[in-house]
């Protein structure tokens, strides 16, 4: 069954630690995406690619980075997580083409920073 | 400066009665509309969507509804079930943006 996982679920980790939080899809979607949502609140785009070795940054400024070497892998990589940081990630991925497309999201990273 | 808004919080509606959520938008460039429905601790999950060219799509108990001249949309779902309960993100993509446009959500709740 084509899906879109990411790993961990739920990350609690110390001010300063470097993370890495994993999000992998077997739909041969060629757009991926990562959102940031806090409580309450809308989703953020933050990160998106096109395709391999594409990244390009969103709307919402963020102090992670992102890679995109395998089509089915978009990882994003905190160096050094604050506080501020602590928030859930939503990856997504969709089809990319001359048309408009829906997004499929991942199960999400409850990220928190102590 | 929110392009997209939901502006009610929470809706509270009869298991079996409609259920009707209420999306505005303000960019004019928007082209496609979507909605999407999240429980707690899981990822948003793709409903169902509407193009800027029509008015209406139907989709089992879900219909959504695009007023362009009111940059008004709104989703209806038909009978109302337990299930249900959960919140609602009205999504745009299109005007300029690279990814989709969401609004805060509303928390629909069913009651028995």
């Known amino acids: 069954e084509a899906d879109i996982y990411q790993t961990p679920r739920y990350l609690v980790i110390g001010t300063g630690k470097k993370i890495t939080l994993e999000c992998s899809q077997t739909?041969?979607?060629?757009?991926m995406y990562w959102y940031q949502q806090d409580p309450g609140m809308e989703l953020h785009l933050i990160h998106y690619?096109?395709?391999?070795?594409?990244?390009e940054k969103g709307d919402l400024s963020s102090e992670s980075t992102v890679s995109r070497i395998r089509t089915e892998h978009f990882p994003l990589t905190l160096e050094s997580a604050r506080p501020s940081h602590t928030s859930q990630y939503l990856c997504?991925?969709?089809?990319f083409g001359l048309g408009t497309y829906e997004q499929y999201f991942g199960p999400g990273t409850r990220l928190t920073v102590t | 400066d929110q392009q997209v808004k939901q502006n009610s919080p929470s809706l509270s509606v009869q298991e079996g009665r409609i259920s009707i959520l209420n999306c505005d938008y303000t960019?004019?460039?928007?082209?496609?509309f979507l909605w999407y429905k999240k429980y707690p601790a899981e990822g948003p999950t793709f409903l169902i969507s509407?193009?800027?060219?029509?008015d209406k799509n139907e989709d089992g108990r879900f219909t959504v509804f695009l007023n362009k001249s009111a940059k008004h949309l709104s989703l209806h779902i038909v009978p109302s079930q337990p299930g249900d309960s959960a919140v609602y993100f009205c999504?745009?993509?299109?005007?300029?943006?690279?990814?989709?446009?969401f609004g805060k959500g509303t928390h629909l709740i069913i009651q028995p």
């Open positions: 960019n004019s460039m928007f082209d496609y």
């Open positions: 997504a991925s969709s089809v």
């Open positions: 999504a745009a993509s299109g005007g300029g943006a690279d990814g989709l446009t």
């Open positions: 739909m041969g979607h060629d757009k």
């Open positions: 690619s096109y395709g391999v070795n594409s990244t």
């Open positions: 509407i193009s800027s060219i029509k």
